[in-house]
């Protein structure tokens, strides 16, 4: 008995002491590795306390996975006030649609036609509307106005592929945006990202009692997530890549995403969390756009004043893109003032060390604006190149070799050509200096460009020709890229949609690039 009791105290003990470790240790979830060597001189490894505001990146960034993962899932999606519509489990949400307006209720032009309004609202259990706006308010509804197509010709039998389409800053939601995609053959939606609607007319024009906050210029980055506009944009993106999946008519594992500017930066960060889109094409903005392109437009304290870190931390850190495998086009002009140039070769590098189907493509002097970004061809080529398994003949200009500085001023490289683009050319762009911003924005240095005469032409039994180029880029460039452009018959026959000054520019030409080297291996910017 008397031995009992002593093996029973000495486990007491024990647990005494080990109870009393415990609470005198830091926790491993407080504590950061750094490495401590401004006094030591050595590379020893040490740990630190985690700061608060360390600790609330950390926070924030599991609260924004978690809820992507819930608003990524396979929702079912019901159209309101259909008398079929199955009935849901009691604690089964769904994405309701409900259609409200012909975008262009007159017109007899078939995709023109095609194009609807609908309001989509956040995963709810009930029928909205079987609620007021008020009622709805009152519950925390959230609804996003968009313009919805499907090309005439789509059927169950006869599926399409679909895009969700993302506008840019200085506007709402525009019919335009989805009709330029459903004239590529593209069932699409093109939704608000501010909280706007329309009753009428194919432009969103007034703010929605349902819809959710404006954007915020990242004012709100440590606040929580659902008081932030980037997780509602990318929400949105989410759910209405649900919508198109769900359409009879369209083929769920060929739904992609585009976005202009603004619309850019969202679908790049939302192709990170939504594994499910077939492809992504972000135009102009795309990632790391403020905190790596200091002396730009769109990072200037000016215009951006609260992008600072922590924002780029939490929105655009390299870990996240890192992990993004979504086959992407970054598309860009080489004098954006918004983004310039750095950002998007940051991006593409970043996306490339583990997507083997990134691609940028820098078009020469392509003018920032929604309307000419959203009727850029290769938008639509790169989306049928994707999803035809990369062998459909609208594809675009594919090169045999990533070109980096490594390469050096002087190389081969071929330059493989779908069947359906003639008259090839080549032009080598380049400055002699690292670029930099006057006070308005605009790009201080000129590109220069000398004409690349082909070496040879080979033809491959699936029709496509292999061009072959040696690159030389003159002794004193600094930087460079080398453009590919092409005619293409197809491209031109299709409708124009948009007519600003300068809509016929790029009207059936088809475009190509290198990324942007920079033959000594300096910093694409001057510093500020």
Not at 16 to 42: F, H, I, K, Q, R
Not at 76 to 87: A, E, G, I, Y
Not at 188 to 194: H, K, M, P
Request: net charge negative; with cysteine; aromatic share 12%.
């Amino acid at each position: 008995m008397k031995s009992t009791r002593r093996i029973f105290i000495l486990l007491l003990v024990l647990a005494l002491l080990l109870t009393a470790c415990n609470n005198t240790l830091p926790s491993s979830t407080n504590m950061v590795a750094s490495t401590d060597t401004e006094d030591s001189g050595s590379d020893e490894t040490v740990s630190r306390e985690l700061t608060e505001e360390e600790k609330l990146l950390i926070s924030l960034k599991g609260d924004i996975k978690s809820a992507m993962t819930e608003n990524t899932k396979e929702y079912k999606v019901l159209f309101c006030d259909v008398s079929d519509n199955p009935t849901l489990a009691a604690d089964e949400k769904a994405i309701w649609v409900v259609e409200l307006f012909k975008a262009y209720p007159d017109s007899t032009d078939e995709a023109e036609a095609a194009i609807t309004a609908v309001h989509i609202y956040y995963p709810m259990h009930d029928d909205p509307s079987d609620y007021t706006d008020s009622e709805l308010n009152t519950m925390g509804v959230i609804r996003v106005f968009a313009y919805m197509g499907i090309p005439d010709n789509a059927t169950s039998q006869n599926k399409v592929q679909g895009i969700v389409c993302t506008h840019g800053g200085e506007g709402h939601a525009y019919a335009k945006y989805c009709l330029e995609a459903v004239r590529h053959g593209y069932a699409a939606i093109a939704f608000d990202t501010e909280g706007y609607h329309a009753l009428n007319g194919i432009e969103a024009n007034e703010r929605d009692l349902l819809g959710h906050k404006e954007k915020d210029n990242f004012s709100t980055a440590k606040n929580s997530i659902k008081e932030q506009w980037m997780y509602y944009v990318i929400s949105d993106c989410a759910f209405a890549n649900t919508v198109l999946r769900s359409l009879d008519a369209v083929d769920k594992d060929k739904v992609g995403i585009t976005g202009i500017s603004w619309g850019g930066l969202a679908v790049t960060v939302a192709s990170c969390y939504d594994s499910r889109f077939a492809f992504c094409v972000p135009v102009y903005l795309s990632y790391f756009v403020s905190s790596q392109t200091n002396d730009a437009f769109f990072g200037s304290t000016e215009y951006n004043p609260d992008f600072d870190k922590f924002a780029a931390d939490l929105w655009q850190d390299a870990e996240t893109l890192e992990g993004n495998t979504v086959p992407t086009l970054l598309i860009n002009s080489q004098k954006d003032r918004f983004a310039d140039i750095s950002s998007t070769v940051m991006t593409y590098k970043t996306l490339k060390k583990n997507n083997s189907k990134a691609y940028v493509l820098i078009k020469p002097d392509l003018p920032h604006s929604q309307e000419a970004g959203a009727s850029q061809p290769e938008i639509y080529r790169f989306g049928d190149w994707v999803c035809s398994n990369y062998g459909n003949e609208k594809s675009f200009f594919t090169i045999n070799k990533q070109i980096t500085s490594e390469l050096g001023r002087s190389y081969q490289i071929s330059i493989t050509v779908p069947e359906n683009i003639t008259n090839v050319s080549a032009i080598l762009y380049y400055t002699t200096e690292p670029l930099s911003y006057s006070s308005s924005y605009t790009l201080e240095q000129s590109f220069k460009s000398v004409f690349i005469s082909a070496d040879g032409v080979q033809s491959r039994g699936d029709g496509s020709s292999v061009y072959i180029y040696t690159v030389t880029a003159p002794d004193n460039a600094y930087l460079y890229y080398v453009s590919f452009y092409g005619e293409s018959a197809y491209d031109k026959n299709i409708p124009i949609t948009y007519t600003y000054s300068g809509s016929f520019v790029f009207n059936g030409m088809i475009f190509g690039s290198s990324a942007v080297v920079v033959v000594n291996n300096g910093a694409i910017n001057k510093s500020p």
